[in-house]
């Protein structure tokens, strides 16, 4: 990860929920602890991240905010209104920070009003892979926010994985895409151990094939660089098994399946942020 936006800045969160660690984790390779402060409505999981991590720990949002100059609110979205309206009362947010909402489906808009369009704000839209250092997030700057704001936020997201800066206009895409997609690639994992149960195999070691054969077959298309197709086209000989059972995922629709899966959630993404 290049660091030299975050070198010497301090970083607050304010929600330590499950992205909130996975990105202190993630920062925990360049940042010293000393560095990171995180707040919490739970004193045990402020206690637990205190213990495991060595950060810094408030149960006021305020001081967090003083602490730092990179904040991140790392909230339920429904949630958000309610954690912010103390901290713009007591002009806590100040236009020296850089504020990064992971925050699902509040817009850059919504964020400006609540705070201010001369404030830097990004947006982030995740994915729960970032817990295990291989997310993808995309991201987008506000009115208020410079190339350097913005590449700043780019570096802190890769400590958990890809990140791609892209307009806001693309976020819903995003979410229909990469936010949702962890489950559709689990629920094809959870189908191709069921065949292979179906099959003979016993669960275990279908599970074992299966979560490689998925994780390796990633692998090659990234290493390689080439399509899909071109891979695929690879281990698929003419009148063989593997025709066979492409076949049979054609016939199932499963292309047609995927493309209206992403467009089903994107369309759901654009009706809960009230795009259009």
């Not at 990860?1 to 660690?21: C, N, P, Y």
């Not at 991240?49 to 979205?77: F, M, W, Y």
């Not at 209206?260 to 795009?275: D, I, M, N, P, Q």
């Given at each position: 990860?290049?660091?030299?936006?975050?070198?010497?800045?301090?970083?607050?969160?304010?929600?330590?929920?499950?992205?909130?660690?996975?990105?202190?984790?993630?920062?925990?390779?360049?940042?010293?602890?000393?560095?990171?402060?995180?707040?919490?409505?739970?004193?045990?999981?402020?206690?637990?991240?205190?213990?495991?991590?060595?950060?810094?720990?408030?149960?006021?949002?305020?001081?967090?905010?003083?602490?730092?100059?990179?904040?991140?609110?790392?909230?339920?979205?429904?949630?958000?209104?309610?954690?912010?309206?103390?901290?713009?009362?007591?002009?806590?947010?100040?236009?020296?920070?850089?504020?990064?909402?992971?925050?699902?489906?509040?817009?850059?808009?919504?964020?400006?009003?609540?705070?201010?369009?001369?404030?830097?704000?990004?947006?982030?839209?995740?994915?729960?892979?970032?817990?295990?250092?291989?997310?993808?997030?995309?991201?987008?700057?506000?009115?208020?926010?410079?190339?350097?704001?913005?590449?700043?936020?780019?570096?802190?997201?890769?400590?958990?994985?890809?990140?791609?800066?892209?307009?806001?206009?693309?976020?819903?895409?995003?979410?229909?895409?990469?936010?949702?997609?962890?489950?559709?690639?689990?629920?094809?994992?959870?189908?191709?151990?069921?065949?292979?149960?179906?099959?003979?195999?016993?669960?275990?070691?279908?599970?074992?094939?299966?979560?490689?054969?998925?994780?390796?077959?990633?692998e090659m298309i990234r290493r390689t660089g080439n399509h899909p197709a071109v891979e695929?086209?690879?281990?698929?000989?003419?009148?063989?098994?593997?025709?066979?059972?492409?076949?049979?995922?054609?016939?199932?629709?499963?292309?047609?399946?995927?493309?209206?899966?992403?467009?089903?959630?994107?369309?759901r993404a654009r009706e809960l942020s009230g795009s259009r």
């Amino acid at each position: 990860m290049k660091v030299s936006q975050l070198e010497g800045r301090r970083i607050g969160f304010i929600g330590g929920g499950a992205m909130a660690e996975a990105l202190l984790r993630g920062l925990l390779a360049n940042v010293p602890a000393d560095r990171l402060t995180v707040s919490d409505v739970s004193q045990a999981r402020l206690d637990s991240l205190h213990a495991q991590l060595g950060v810094n720990v408030t149960p006021d949002n305020v001081e967090v905010c003083r602490r730092s100059d990179i904040l991140v609110l790392a909230v339920k979205p429904q949630v958000l209104p309610a954690v912010l309206a103390p901290l713009i009362a007591a002009k806590a947010i100040l236009f020296h920070h850089l504020v990064i909402s992971i925050a699902a489906g509040i817009t850059l808009a919504q964020l400006e009003h609540w705070l201010s369009p001369e404030i830097p704000i990004v947006r982030v839209m995740p994915n729960t892979p970032a817990l295990v250092g291989m997310g993808a997030s995309a991201l987008s700057g506000g009115r208020g926010t410079s190339e350097t704001d913005v590449e700043t936020a780019r570096q802190l997201l890769e400590a958990v994985g890809l990140a791609e800066v892209l307009p806001e206009s693309y976020l819903d895409a995003v979410t229909g895409l990469s936010g949702s997609g962890p489950a559709y690639v689990y629920l094809f994992i959870e189908a191709l151990i069921d065949a292979g149960v179906k099959e003979g195999l016993s669960r275990d070691l279908a599970r074992r094939l299966a979560l490689q054969t998925v994780a390796g077959s990633a692998e090659m298309i990234r290493r390689t660089g080439n399509h899909p197709a071109v891979e695929r086209d690879k281990v698929t000989s003419p009148g063989g098994t593997t025709i066979a059972g492409v076949q049979a995922l054609e016939d199932g629709g499963l292309r047609s399946s995927v493309f209206a899966a992403v467009h089903a959630a994107t369309r759901r993404a654009r009706e809960l942020s009230g795009s259009r």
